[in-house]
Nanobody, 126 residues
Framework: QVQLVESGGGLVQTGGSLRLSCVAS????????MGWFRQAPGKEREFVAS????????YYADSVKGRFTISRDNAENTVYLQMNSLKPDDTAVYYC???????????????????WGQGTQVTVSS
């Protein structure tokens, strides 16, 4: 059974920080890179960050580069997203998913699973 459980969201002021966590079922976590995605009200879900299985390589959307850091603990089947210098534009529901690399020449990673967890709400006040 697929399991994706996100946590750690909340309400913060501009410039604040949050650390998100996602626990994934072992079958998924052990076989795929993992990624964070987010969906703001009225917008499509978008890629935020991804990390290879070994953790040796990470990738970020331009909008979060230099502010967010993705990491993973393979022993705990957990992927993290450290978010610093938060902006109101970061307000969204954040989700994790297995991730697959972009097409040649592109930079956006894609989710692997059709299944999504409940997500965790991040709200940044101005």
């Amino acid at each position: 059974q697929v399991q994706l459980v996100e946590s750690g969201g909340g309400l913060v002021q501009t410039g604040g920080s949050l650390r998100l966590s996602c626990v994934a079922s072992g079958r998924i976590f052990k076989n795929y890179p993992m990624g964070w995605f987010r969906q703001a009200p009225g917008k499509e879900r978008e890629f935020v960050a991804s990390i290879t299985w070994s953790g040796g390589a990470t990738y970020y959307a331009d909008s979060v580069k230099g502010r967010f850091t993705i990491s993973r603990d393979n022993a705990e089947n957990t992927v993290y997203l450290q978010m610093n210098s938060l902006k109101p534009d970061d307000t969204a529901v954040y989700y994790c998913n297995a991730a697959r690399p972009p097409a040649p020449g592109a930079t956006t990673w894609y989710s692997v699973l059709d299944y999504w967890g409940q997500g965790t709400q991040v709200t940044v006040s101005s």
